[in-house]
């Protein structure tokens, strides 16, 4: 068995979503977000994720750590929020030891819904069927898992 962190970077909430993985099934164990502060400067919102990553690795023990690409946004200065808010949860995770893989939003997709132009919605609803959840988690928790799951699916390959 192996315990995969997904993480699913933003600079306002960032998603994660922890699941156990064995060849062929994948078992729920946690997900939520990491609400930054909006009135704090960028960096004290990084230390926010950086220390989130790091409370939750340390809660939950994985193994391994699964992050989504950064996309690039219509908007240069949101991709480089994006990308130092990735930049912080992936050093947390290198901190602690883990292995980093990371993982294009389209290929996340693909191997949650099948296709690599998925909604948001339709990602939602099959990670609720896939991992059997009594609940549908936020999209940034779903999408997380959905990383966690691409990840166990590619172990398998």
Not at 45 to 61: M, S
Not at 65 to 93: C, D
Not at 100 to 119: C, F, L, M, N
Request: hydrophobic share 45%; charged share 20%.
């Amino acid at each position: 068995m192996q315990r995969i962190l997904g993480i699913d970077p933003g600079s306002r909430i960032t998603g994660y979503g922890i699941i156990d993985s064995i060849p062929g099934k994948v078992s729920f164990v946690s997900c939520g977000v990491i609400k930054t502060t909006q009135k704090y400067p960028l960096a004290n919102r990084l230390n926010e994720i950086f220390e989130g990553i790091n409370e939750v690795i340390q809660i939950h023990d994985p193994e391994v750590a699964a992050v989504e690409e950064v996309f690039m946004a219509s908007n240069p200065n949101s991709a480089l929020k994006l990308g130092q808010a990735r930049g912080a949860a992936v050093v947390a995770a290198m901190q602690n030891g883990l292995g980093v893989h990371d993982y294009s939003a389209k290929k996340v997709k693909r191997a949650v819904v099948g296709y690599g132009q998925a909604e948001k919605g339709q990602v939602q609803r099959m990670i609720r069927m896939l991992l059997n959840l009594s609940a549908t988690p936020s999209n940034d928790a779903a999408d997380a898992l959905a990383v966690a799951i691409c990840h166990a699916n590619h172990q398998i390959i």
